[in-house]
Nanobody, 125 residues
Framework: QARPVESGGGSVQTGESLRLSCDVS????????RGWFRQVPGKEREEIAD??????TTSYADFVQGRFTISQDKNTLSLQLDNLKPEDTAMYYC????????????????????WGQGTQVTVSS
C-alpha cells in the first residue's frame, strides 16, 4: 500500500488554528481504524486521536483537552487543530490499520509502520 500523504501544516501564532489533511484512499476498508500522531525530534511518536472507519467512533489523547477534532470521509482523514500552543509544535503523521473485533483503534493504529513524510506544525508564542 502507498504511504499516506499529509498536508496542511504551517507556522502559526499561539491560539490560532490549522486543519491537517491526509490522503487515506488506500485505507478505506470498514474494519480499519485511522489515526493522527505527532513527533518531536528526540522523542517517541505519540498518538493524538483515532477514528473507526465503520462507524466514526473517535478517541483522543488526554493532552488534546478538546482542542483538536478528528474527522473523515471516504478518502481523506482530517485533524482540526484549534487554540494551538507552542508545545503542539511537531511533525504530524496519519496512520491506518486493521482492527479486529476485540481490539481498540488505539492498539490497531499503534501497529502502523508505513509512515509518510508528515506535515510540520510550528506554533510560536
Amino acid at each position: 500500500q502507498a504511504r499516506p500523504v499529509e498536508s496542511g501544516g504551517g507556522s502559526v501564532q499561539t491560539g490560532e488554528s490549522l486543519r491537517l489533511s491526509c490522503d487515506v484512499s488506500e485505507y478505506t476498508r470498514s474494519d480499519y481504524c485511522r489515526g493522527w500522531f505527532r513527533q518531536v525530534p528526540g522523542k517517541e511518536r505519540e498518538e493524538i486521536a483515532d477514528i473507526y472507519v465503520r462507524d466514526g467512533t473517535t478517541s483522543y489523547a488526554d493532552f488534546v483537552q478538546g482542542r483538536f477534532t478528528i474527522s473523515q470521509d471516504k478518502n481523506t482523514l482530517s485533524l482540526q487543530l484549534d487554540n494551538l500552543k507552542p508545545e503542539d509544535t511537531a511533525m504530524y503523521y496519519c496512520a491506518a490499520a486493521f482492527k479486529d473485533l476485540w481490539g481498540s483503534c488505539r492498539s490497531a493504529v499503534a501497529t502502523f509502520r508505513n509512515w509518510g513524510q508528515g506535515t510540520q506544525v510550528t506554533v510560536s508564542s
